[in-house]
Structures are given as C-alpha cells and as structure tokens.
DNA sequence: GAGCAAATTCCATTGAGTGGAATTCTTTGC
DNA sequence: GCAAAGAATTCCACTCAATGGAATTTGCTC
C-alpha cells in the first residue's frame, strides 16, 4: 500500500531527526552509537550525523565520552511542560497528596492520550510499588491495569469500541487479557463505577481506580491506587474507593477542556522552563 | 558577530522544527495558535504549518480544536526516558521514597545539566512544597536553592568558576542573591558539607541538601529536602542531614558515569514506552 | 604500534524546503 | 443573518539546503 510506505519512509528531514529522538528513547542507559541510531532509523551515517549534529546544537540530544548519543536532560525538561494538558496535573497534585498521605499507598494519575494512559503523576506511599504504567510518563495500552481500563470503560461506546478493536492485539502480545475477559472487567467496572481488575500479571499487587470526568461528562483521567493484595481487604476497599470518588468528583468539577477565558494573549515566556533554544543561543562567553 | 548570527538563524529545517517544540514548551494551557509560533520562532506561517505537520504526523504535538497546538502527552512520554541519566533515577526511587517516609517531609533529586540543575524525581510529604525547581522537570539555574547551589559548591573549581559567571546576571534577575552572597554560601557549604541556604524567597520554606558523588569523586547531583522553616529547627536539622549523607553516600557509590559493561549490545526496543514513531505508524485500520 | 572499525567530514547532485500569493475556513461586528 | 476581517491552510515555481557515496580522521583492540 502507498499509504504504508509513505509512513515508513520519513519524507521530511524533520520526520527524520524526530525519528532519531523517538529510537533514543528506548536506548540503554550508556546511550546509542551512531551505527545504530541509523540503521535503526534505516538512515544513512552521514545524514544520521548531521541531523545529530542539529538536536545537539538546539540541546535535545547529549553526545557522552564514549561516542554515544543519549537524549538529554533539557530535553526532558521541555517536555515536562506537555504533562500539564487542560492544567489536569496542577489541579490534581493536593489530591493526589491529600490522598497517598491519608491512605498511605500509592495515588497515580492517568491521562488518556489515543489509545494509550499515560502516567501524568503521582504521589508514592511508604514503599515502591511495580505498576503496569511504571513510573511518571510510562505509558500503557488502554484496558491494561486499573486506572487505564477504567478510563476504557467509560469512554463514548463508539470510541471504546474503536480502542478495543485497536489495542486487542497488543493486550494478547502482552499476556494481559483477551477480549472476553476485556469486555467482562468493562462490563463490571461501568457497573460497580471503579475498577478493581485483578490480573494477577504483577504478583501479590493490586488496586482501584475511578474514573475522572470533565465539566463535559467525558472520561479524561484515572485516579489510581495501587498497593499489596493484603491492604485492599473488604475492610479497607469500600472506604479506599470512596476517597477516590470524593476526590475524583472535585478534581472533575475543575477540569474543562477548553477555557475560553484562556483566549487572552498570553505571556508565553513566563513559564518555568524557558525555551530550549533561548537557553542554548547564550554561550558562556557573551557574559560580559 | 558572525557566530551569533549562526545562531539565530535556524539554517536546518529540523532546527526549525524544534525551535516550534521549545516555543510550545512555554505555551499556556490552551495551546499556541499557528500565527503566534511562526512569529515566535521568526518563521513565515506557511513554513511553520508544515512543520507543525510534520510534528504532529509524528506525535510530538497535537493540535487541540480552537484551532491551537500544544505539545502532545506522547511527547511527555517519550523524554520521560531521559530523565534517568547513568541510571540515577532508578538507583535513587527507593532512597528518596524511604527518606520521604522517615521524615514525613518531600524529597527531591536534582541532577546537573549544564549550567542548571533539573529535578529529576522526588517523593511528597503529606502536603504541597513550594520549591525553586517547581515539579519534576523543572530546571533552575546552578546556585538558587540548596540542591542546585550544592552541585555547584562541590564542581571542581574551574567548572564552578565557569558556571558562576555565566550564571551570575541570571541570579540577579531572578533577585536571588549577588555574587558576593553565592561565594558565601558556597565556601559555607564546602565546609559544611551540605548547603541550608535561606535565601527567604519562598516565604516560611527551607531545606537542606547534599551532594551525590559518583564513583570518580565527581558532583552529579543533590539530594535535597524541602519543608517548612519549623522542621528544621536546631532538634531535627542535623538528624536530617545524618540521614540524607548517609543515603546519598549509599547512592554514590553506585553511581559510575559511564560503565563499560554496557558495552554489549543492547536491546533498544525493550524499553517501557515503545518509540513514538513505530506507534504511529500503525493505525487502526491495519488491525486485521 | 599496526590494523581495524567506527565516526566524522567533504562534495557534487538533486529534490525537498521555502515564502509569496491564492484559497478556504472562522470569527466578529453590525 | 450577512459581510468583512482575520486566521489557517494549500499551492507552486524557484532555489538552496539535504543527501549519500567516498575520503579522511579518530579511537579502540590485540
């Protein structure tokens, strides 16, 4: 199919450097060699090395001793200004806190991004805890785990039926669940108004999580805890659930997707993280 | 100045690309609109919209209704991967998570980049802090704060005094401290060995922090605690600093910058997030 | 220290990127 | 509800930046 190969082959030379940044993404820890980055990218050296030479320049990318490539730490930087989508993260934070601090286990959020829940933050109790998203900005298919299933389930069904279609492949590839059993936890979540899915897929964890829904009624976050089997006993799981629905409710209430009030011309530069490349046409030796 | 020139002037396309990223970086909540990022980024709009096409065909930005553009939560996704330089984050989760849970207060970890230092992770307390690097990912000049004036004490002192004069006309704007403070403070700290700077710019907060070594004997980052003024008085204070000395010596000694055994060739798509190109170039449809 | 492999630079060719202009879509004011 | 203004998007011919093969340099290995 031509529609395919058009999306295989990275027509414009940004795609490309894009492309390099997205392989550096899930490079291990020492960072990349050039050989790899380009056959990786089915690139040729010499291109792969120029576009490398650009995300050095603009500081997306850091070249180690070694001769390796690695994604940098401004990079991440940048990128920790998107985690903030219809100011959900900021809204959020005192809950997830309140939350962790009164239960004391693990609150996560999670944000719908396509087909994917994206862990937009949370606020650890007293131990680590193994979760399908893994740490801040792990990203998960739709239906796996409590919180992304729970989003699943209470999106419009057309929608939800367009993700199942989607992403029943990669739940199989994963060992997670198949699609009878997806449609069963569905089924029970939008029921009972949680979901309390136990795949057994992480040993002797577990969890709950609720939905958030905007001003619009639309699904557009989890709450999530997730903690030992032995700490969401019947005593504790109605309560713990409970707080969650509080404290989804008030966050819901918050959340708009778009606030036309946001019209006004904005001051763009009074973020935290001043732009990238700002920072990167200052060199050392123009301080007078 | 030619040189400066160079900069300015993005010559590659790819450069141009992500001077987009980085102006949306400082975009507020709603989105930028395409008029906006093409004078931002001195670009014809033209230009800028093709541009804008090829980010979002690559997920790296999503244009929201209301006709704006924002980054987009894959874009978060992926450059969370880089916020675990020579494994720091990993080795440092259940450090900060276990001295968050003793001291009942938010533990942050800081690592250097460049000129600044970039919280990395941290573990909350029961309630909400104010800090100078603001959330994870939140960069701040090296000097303002304990974490990032820590790291820049214990540089060796051509780095530091390299740091010290770029930095020193941002302190100033920021109204942080002149520079005959900052050498106070870093002479303090190097005798000390850890940094409780009370720069008073965040009414009723403190902290204290202490740098991490690596196996070389070199600063890469600061283990740092913020809380309210009263929990740190005479009683608790030096207990807080035995204990984050204690941890971060623990962390240090795993923490070597570059590790040879990491030579073997690695296993790039084993990673959490899968690269954001290869997501993209599946679509619905092709599920068969 | 020689030999090898990887990274980096060079350069002539070519087609992708560019911005002005035309078109389409939205919003606003009356 | 209509018209005018303002954005966003598309088009297109020209041009210069991107490309990849080849040459050079660097760094690693034995």
Excluded: W
């Amino acid at each position: 199919m031509k529609k395919q190969a058009d999306d295989l082959a990275a027509p414009t030379s940004l795609q490309r450097g894009l492309r390099i940044l997205a392989v550096l993404g899930s490079a291990p820890v020492g960072g990349m060699r050039l050989s790899d980055i380009a056959e990786a990218c089915t690139a040729s050296e010499a291109t792969t090395h120029r576009l490398l030479k650009s995300l050095i320049a603009e500081r997306f990318v850091d070249q180690t001793t070694e001769r390796r490539y690695r994604l940098s730490l401004d990079f991440f930087s940048l990128a920790a200004c998107a985690a903030n989508p219809d100011n959900l993260r900021d809204i959020c934070r005192p809950h997830l806190i309140h939350l962790s601090a009164t239960l004391n286990d693990t609150v996560f959020l999670l944000v719908r991004s396509g087909f994917h829940a994206v862990c937009v933050d949370r606020a650890e109790g007293p131990f680590p805890i193994r979760s399908f998203t893994g740490d801040i900005g792990g990203r998960i298919p739709l239906g796996i785990g409590q919180g992304s299933l729970v989003i699943l389930a209470f999106l419009p069904e057309e929608e939800r039926e367009e993700v199942i279609r989607f992403n029943i492949p990669r739940l199989l590839d994963m060992g997670a669940m198949d699609e009878v059993v997806l449609r069963t936890e569905i089924a029970r979540a939008v029921a009972q108004g949680y979901s309390g899915v136990e795949t057994g897929i992480i040993p002797g964890m577990t969890g709950v999580a609720v939905p958030i829904f905007d001003t619009n009624g639309r699904v557009v976050a989890a709450l999530s805890v997730g903690t030992l089997k032995e700490r969401l006993g019947p005593d504790r799981r109605p309560t713990v659930i409970e707080l969650l629905r509080r404290e989804a409710a008030i966050i819901g209430a918050r959340v708009s997707p778009f606030d036309p009030a946001l019209r006004r011309p904005a001051q763009y530069l009074g973020g935290v993280v001043a732009p990238l490349a700002a920072a990167s046409r200052v060199t050392p030796g123009d301080v007078s």
